[in-house]
């Protein structure tokens, strides 16, 4: 598990956000999308990939298409979100020994440490939906100022 995101899930959260903030029905086209959110043209179309494969998106070619939430922002976890764009959280080998932690015992002496750590984690992205983020960003933004982008 990286303790960092890539540019790509901070992309995809950006993209969501700012989809989970437009009015019922309404859908966006990747160079809006991009223009809106501040994402480089040539990173949307694969975020937009991803996330359409992984069920989060649904997208329509031509015109009067674009994309929009393919779910209820409330049924769509920050877990769900950062694994489709990122992987799973998980280290594939052992922290101390690759030999090691590889069905073996005993266990190297930093597994049950990164075992709690990582199901906190994983516990902690699983209970955080979309809607929950963006009704925190709103929050935020009559605070401090705008965050995500206020669709047009």
Same mark, same amino acid.
């Given at each position: 598990?990286?303790?960092?995101?890539?540019?790509?899930?901070?992309?995809?959260?950006?993209?969501?956000?700012?989809?989970?903030?437009?009015?019922?029905?309404?859908?966006?086209?990747?160079?809006?999308?991009?223009?809106?959110?501040?994402?480089?043209?040539?990173?949307?179309?694969?975020?937009?990939?991803?996330?359409?494969?992984?069920?989060?998106?649904?997208?329509?070619?031509?015109?009067?298409?674009?994309?929009?939430?393919?779910?209820?922002?409330?049924?769509?976890?920050?877990?769900?979100?950062?694994?489709?764009?990122?992987?799973?959280?998980?280290?594939?080998?052992?922290?101390?020994?690759?030999?090691?932690?590889?069905?073996?015992?005993?266990?190297?002496?930093?597994?049950? @440490?990164? !075992?709690?750590? $990582?199901?906190?984690? #994983? /516990?902690? +992205?699983? %209970?955080?939906?979309? @809607?929950? !983020?963006?009704? $925190?960003?709103?929050? #935020? /933004?009559? +605070?401090? %100022?705008?965050?995500? @982008?206020?669709?047009?």
């Amino acid at each position: 598990m990286r303790l960092f995101l890539t540019k790509r899930a901070e992309y995809g959260i950006r993209l969501l956000l700012h989809l989970a903030a437009l009015p019922d029905g309404e859908r966006c086209t990747a160079s809006e999308l991009g223009k809106a959110c501040e994402i480089p043209a040539g990173n949307v179309p694969t975020i937009m990939n991803l996330l359409s494969r992984a069920g989060i998106l649904t997208c329509s070619p031509g015109r009067g298409g674009g994309c929009a939430l393919a779910a209820d922002p409330a049924d769509v976890s920050m877990l769900q979100i950062i694994e489709t764009l990122e992987g799973q959280l998980e280290i594939p080998h052992c922290l101390l020994d690759s030999r090691r932690c590889h069905g073996r015992d005993p266990e190297c002496a930093v597994h049950a @440490a990164w !075992t709690v750590g $990582r199901e906190a984690a #994983i /516990a902690a +992205l699983r %209970g955080i939906s979309l @809607a929950d !983020t963006l009704a $925190r960003d709103r929050e #935020i /933004a009559t +605070l401090v %100022g705008p965050g995500v @982008a206020a669709p047009t």
